[in-house]
């Protein structure tokens, strides 16, 4: 069975891996910032995604009622994403950044856990496989140690990993409520904005031209990324298309590969080649196959 060109799923796997590119290069930028305080960084990530998807909003004039149902998905997806961000800056902050991924990572799968419970959406034993595949080659590249992995800053680290899957299925539940991207962007990122921006006014650090400069093309390549999610998401399932959100892991190898000259070893080559194999068997459509065992 192959994808056909224009179906959901083809758009929401061409989303997904738009998505996971410019979350990579929204990591590079950041990287380049230099030395300025996460919190800053998280604020910049969301500031350009809230102004594009203001004018956005505005520009399409759609008439969109948002009745009591709605605001309650809306806001419960922001305030879910928002403690995802936070959860995940923290966890970077206190943890190995290997041990701090690889929790964050775990998103997928509670995606697949949300949307079997709150959308009722049936998950085949080939999909759950395929899956577990690409986490197992996630591991192999950032091999997390383990040696500091502390209990209050690990657990925090998990609940943004869950708070993330908990986002995307709620992304999920609006798209399919006819809810307009734009408006789930838009709403996300001002509840960001105003969590962080108490932070930034108080603990603000002068930055240069230059890091004004990466900040606001992270900014950039965070709204990319927060739209292909959303659309994603709005046009299939996550058993569907989850698996690969883990092509960010791909993209950020080759990028850090010609900025910054890192050289994957061989286990970080085992983990891609055990995503791209994963990803081919999930866009040929075999792990949607009916389970007949």
């Known amino acids: 069975m ?32 230099g030395d300025i305080p996460s919190m800053q960084k998280a604020f910049f990530r969301n500031l350009v995604a809230l102004v594009v998807a203001g004018v956005m909003v505005k520009n399409q004039r759609q008439s969109y009622r948002c009745n009591r149902t709605d605001w309650v998905l809306l806001i419960a997806r922001a305030v879910v994403g928002t403690l995802s961000i936070l959860g995940n800056f923290y966890a970077v902050e206190h943890l190995i950044l290997a041990d701090a991924n690889i929790l964050v990572k775990l998103a997928p799968f509670f995606a697949i856990v949300f949307s079997l419970i709150l959308l009722k959406e049936k998950v085949t034993v080939w999909q759950a496989v395929a899956v577990v595949a690409a986490f197992v080659g996630s591991l192999f590249i950032v091999k ?53 921006l108490p932070y930034v006014l108080v603990v603000r650090a002068p930055m240069s031209p230059y890091q004004w400069g990466m900040l606001l093309l992270a900014g950039a390549a965070a709204c990319g990324g927060q739209f292909g999610m959303t659309a994603a998401y709005s046009y299939a399932p996550a058993r569907d298309i989850s698996v690969f959100d883990f092509s960010q892991v791909l993209f950020s190898g080759i990028l850090g590969f010609f900025i910054f000259q890192e050289v994957p070893d061989g286990w970080s080559l085992l983990g891609y080649t055990m995503i791209l194999v994963t990803a081919v068997f999930m866009a040929t459509g075999r792990a949607g196959k009916k389970n007949h065992t």
Do not use: E, Q
């Not at 657990?155 to 734009?182: D, E, F, H, Q, W």
């Open 2 to 33: 192959k994808i056909r060109l224009g179906t959901s799923k083809s758009k929401g796997i061409v989303c997904i891996l738009l998505s996971a590119m410019s979350f990579a290069l929204m990591n590079v930028f950041v990287r380049l910032a």
């Open 144 to 196: 997390p140690s383990g040696d500091n992995l502390v209990l209050v800053p690990a657990l925090v680290g998990l609940s943004s990993g869950i708070a993330s899957g908990m986002a995307y299925t709620l992304v999920r539940m609006m798209g399919n409520r006819g809810i307009p991207k734009g408006h789930i962007v838009l709403c996300f990122s001002a509840v960001s904005c105003l969590s962080l």
